[in-house]
Every structure is written in C-alpha cells, then in structure tokens.
C-alpha cells in the first residue's frame, strides 16, 4: 500500500494517533502468548479453559506402542477382504466352507458390526468379540483363534 493511503496519514497532529493517552500504545503490556495463565490471565483461564493446566492419569515409562497394536475388521468387511469373487467361489461350493485368515492381511481382531451373508466361513484371528462370534456361528461358520 502507497503511504498517502495509510491510516497514519489522517493521524498525524493528534497526539496518540488513536490509541489512547491513558493506556497507551506499549509492545507486550501482559506478556507474550499465554503467559500469565496461573497468574493474572487466571479468572480467563479458569472460565473458558477449565482444566488446562495439571495432569491426569498414570505415567507409563517407556511406552512401546507396539504392544497394543491390534488392528481391527468387522464382520461385514470379512469378505472383502478376500474379494467377491472368492465369495461367490465358496457359495457354489457348499461341501466346504471358505477359510479367511485376517492375519495374512495384518488384521488381529474381529468385532460384529453389519451382517455375514448365509454362508458357512471359517475365520482365524487372533482375538474375536463375543458378537462376532455369535454371528459368524449363526450364519453356520466357526472362530480359529490363531497365535
């Protein structure tokens, strides 16, 4: 912007240029960022971030994450994970039921959102919930826990 366009322009000869005489125009008057958040910002602290400050919980000292990878699928996503085609393979062949290992695909556990279509399937993973497995047992599969 050209300085003839500036706000100042208009200012000039009045004395505090639009900031005031009392407060004046200082650089940083109660601290910089969130400073002051136990102190003297605490009244706005307190009402609109209650719970900002201290801690919670217990401490967990070298926290590998690893441990509690357990990567999840539910049961309506069972078979595509294997594809349509191998469904409709296993759905002609009714003198044995379809196998799907989740393991092979990374997946640990298998929880029972959505439906299975009617059709026996044997699924080995390592963990499964109590209502998947009622399902899978219904549409007359069965659960392999694998280590």
């Keep these: 912007m050209t300085t003839s366009l500036r706000k100042n322009r208009k200012k000039r000869g009045h004395v505090s240029a639009g900031h005031g005489r009392v407060g004046k125009h200082r650089k940083h008057q109660s601290g910089r960022g969130n400073a002051g958040g136990q102190h003297h910002h605490r009244i706005m602290m307190d009402k609109y971030h209650p719970g900002y400050f201290g801690k919670v919980g217990m401490r967990h000292y070298h926290l590998n994450k690893n441990q509690y990878h357990c990567p999840i699928v539910n049961i309506d996503k069972l078979w595509a994970l294997v594809g349509e085609e191998a469904r409709t393979a296993a759905a002609a062949d009714k003198s044995v039921a379809a ?11 298998v929880l029972g959102k959505g439906e299975l279509p009617k059709q026996p399937v044997v699924v080995r993973a390592k963990f499964v919930s109590k209502l998947a497995e009622a399902k899978i047992k219904a549409a007359g599969g069965c659960v392999q826990l694998v280590a």
Aim: proline residues 0%.
């Design 99 to 109: 196998v799907i290992d989740v393991t092979k695909f990374g997946i640990f556990k």
